[in-house]
């Protein structure tokens, strides 16, 4: 093996050339132009210089992402289900609740019924 490295990995590739870089920024400005706004500057902001090594960028990634799901989830741990006597509580007042309706429903046919037949006898009356 030549080179003494992993294999496939090309140590004479150690740096960056200053062609490479100028492409990259020529790349950057034609990307800025398309979304560029009239209020923003011309030339296309620089990358932002990071010191960190990889490790910590990607560290603060996965951080960033386990705090997201995290707080997806956080709320369902607040949620608890109903125990036996709150859901009896509830079926009890569910069926309170029906009782009370039809019983308005059937003294509202009886007024109906009883109006029904006090018109038809004013009616009779009548004649």
Same mark, same amino acid.
């Given at each position: 093996?030549?080179?003494?490295?992993?294999?496939?990995?090309?140590?004479?590739?150690?740096?960056?050339?200053?062609?490479? &870089?100028? #492409?990259?920024?020529? *790349?950057? +400005? @034609? %990307?800025? $132009?398309?979304?560029? /706004?009239?209020?923003?500057?011309?030339?296309?902001?620089?990358?932002?210089?990071?010191?960190?090594?990889?490790?910590?960028? &990607?560290? #603060?990634?996965?951080? *960033?992402? +386990? @705090? %997201?799901? $995290?707080?997806?989830? /956080?709320?369902?741990?607040?949620?608890?289900?109903?125990?036996?006597?709150?859901?009896?509580?509830?079926?009890?007042?569910?069926?309170?609740?029906?009782?009370?309706?039809? +019983?308005?429903?059937? $003294?509202?046919?009886?007024?109906?019924?009883?109006?029904?037949?006090?018109?038809?006898?004013?009616?009779?009356?009548?004649?």
């Amino acid at each position: 093996m030549a080179g003494g490295g992993a294999p496939g990995v090309d140590l004479s590739r150690k740096f960056v050339s200053e062609s490479e &870089l100028d #492409e990259k920024r020529k *790349k950057r +400005q @034609e %990307e800025w $132009e398309k979304v560029r /706004k009239p209020e923003d500057p011309q030339e296309a902001p620089e990358e932002e210089y990071d010191p960190r090594s990889l490790f910590e960028r &990607l560290q #603060e990634q996965k951080d *960033k992402k +386990q @705090e %997201e799901y $995290e707080e997806q989830f /956080k709320f369902r741990n607040m949620v608890r289900g109903l125990d036996e006597d709150e859901s009896s509580f509830l079926d009890e007042v569910s069926r309170q609740q029906c009782l009370v309706e039809k +019983q308005r429903r059937d $003294e509202e046919k009886q007024e109906l019924l009883e109006y029904r037949i006090s018109f038809s006898t004013a009616r009779l009356s009548q004649c």
